[in-house]
């Protein structure tokens, strides 16, 4: 069976050219969303790695101030090394309170003392030390670096010479006191108490360590004489530098 086409010619090519004209169009839609969500993709990709570079920004900033923080704490640090390293050199190695310790360890229970009096300068830091021993004219007027002792000058009353001798002799062998002088043991009456006044000068090297509670061993020459035994509050104890 024959069939007939009665088409014209012209619509078959109209048909055909609409078909690629939707061809066509199909295939730039596809192209644009492609391109769309490169893009899109792209931007979001550019964003992260804004916000990647700002993370970094923000990182280096704060490793930044911590080391300013630490430099300025080192700093602080050297500050407060020298100021505890100056009130270390100003620090008396002996203080009173512990000079006077000391004497009421050893003194006889049948003595008093009167009046007792201390005197000694505060240690120099060592730059003024160096300074006063460089330069022609001392750095503090009246200040002398061979006078690292203290004085001490007591007075005192005894109901005799023996008490005043022992307590003499205590002195003179306790490791804290040298140069023990008994000045005058004199005779003194008080209505029908008779007894002895007497004085004794002695110094504290402030080399000396004060060591409470630091007992002799038994075979110390000292504690074989009586010294570092019997002190309630310790023994001081000696020490060159």
């Known amino acids: ?10 619509y078959a090519r109209q048909c055909r050219a ?11 839609v596809a192209v644009a969303v492609l391109m769309g969500g490169w893009l899109l993709i792209d931007a979001a990709r550019l964003v992260s790695l804004e916000q990647y570079a700002l993370t970094i920004e923000n990182q280096a900033t704060l490793v930044a101030t ?5 430099a300025d704490l ?15 050199q100003l620090a008396a190695p002996v203080t009173f309170t512990q000079i006077t310790t000391a004497v009421g360890t050893v003194l006889p229970d049948a003595a008093t003392i009167t009046d007792m009096a201390l005197n000694g300068r505060r240690p120099l830091p060592d730059a003024i030390a160096a300074a006063a021993k460089t330069t022609s004219k001392p750095a503090i007027k009246g200040l002398r670096r061979d006078a690292d002792v203290v004085a001490v000058s007591i007075r005192g009353l005894a109901p005799n010479d023996g008490e005043v001798a022992n307590f003499v002799g205590s002195l003179s062998q306790h490791g804290l006191f040298t140069d ?23 110094s504290v090297p402030l080399e000396r360590q004060f060591k409470p509670g630091d007992a002799r061993p038994a075979s110390d020459p000292l504690v074989a004489r009586g010294v570092g035994r019997g002190s309630p509050t310790g ?3 000696s020490h060159a530098h």
């Open 1 to 10: 069976m024959n069939e007939v086409n009665f088409l014209p010619s012209s």
């Open 235 to 237: 023994q001081e104890v």
């Open 18 to 28: 609409r078909s690629r004209r939707l061809r066509h169009i199909g295939l730039i």
């Open 180 to 202: 023990v002088k008994l000045l005058y043991s004199k005779p003194l009456q008080i209505g029908t108490l008779i007894g002895r006044e007497f004085r004794i000068d002695m």
């Open 66 to 70: 911590k080391a300013q923080q630490a």
């Open 74 to 88: 080192d700093r602080q640090r050297a500050v407060l090394a020298r100021e505890v390293a100056v009130q270390r």
